[in-house]
């Protein structure tokens, strides 16, 4: 998945003032998106790799194309808009419940049904051009 990099600090804000807020972004794999437990469940080290970079908005295309792989296979690919009105309204949404804070993270949807992944398995996150996350589950 790809998660937007907060760069300004932004709460209850409109479209323009969340446009100015967007820093960049980043990969991230949320390893316990789909495990059972809600928020405590999610709370685990290592429950989210990211990076290994950020990219800023001058940077990206209006679309990314992020791709799974399990050991070198392709499991998933979904489309993420990254352009700058879609990502205006998005944090601008997210901000009227949360106060955003430079370096917090939004991840972006949507979230592609992954197949399991166990012990020993080599899982991959990338943006062809940009970047690739990868990990060793263990």
Same mark, same amino acid.
């Given at each position: 998945r790809g998660a937007l990099v907060v760069g300004r600090p932004l709460f209850g804000d409109d479209g323009q003032r969340a446009a100015r807020a967007y820093a960049g972004v980043t990969l991230l794999?949320?390893?316990?998106?789909?495990?059972p437990g809600g928020a405590m469940h999610r709370q685990f080290?290592?429950?989210? @790799?990211?990076?290994? /970079?950020? !990219?800023?908005?001058?940077?990206?295309?209006? $679309?990314?194309? %992020?791709?799974?792989r399990i050991n070198g296979h392709g499991v998933a690919a979904t489309e993420v808009?990254?352009?700058?009105?879609?990502?205006?309204?998005?944090?601008?949404a997210v901000s009227v419940a949360y106060a955003l804070r430079p370096g917090?993270?939004?991840?972006?949807? @949507?979230?592609?049904? /992954?197949? !399991?992944?166990?012990?020993g398995d080599r899982v $991959?996150?990338? %943006?062809a051009d940009l970047a690739e996350l990868g990990f060793t589950l263990g």
């Open positions: 794999a949320d390893l316990a998106a789909t495990g080290p290592g429950a989210g @790799p990211l990076g290994p /970079l950020i !990219a800023t908005p001058d940077e990206l295309p209006p $679309t990314l194309r %992020v791709v799974t808009p990254v352009d700058a009105a879609t990502v205006a309204r998005l944090l601008a917090d993270l939004v991840v972006l949807p @949507p979230a592609p049904a /992954l197949p !399991a992944a166990g012990h $991959t996150v990338g %943006v």
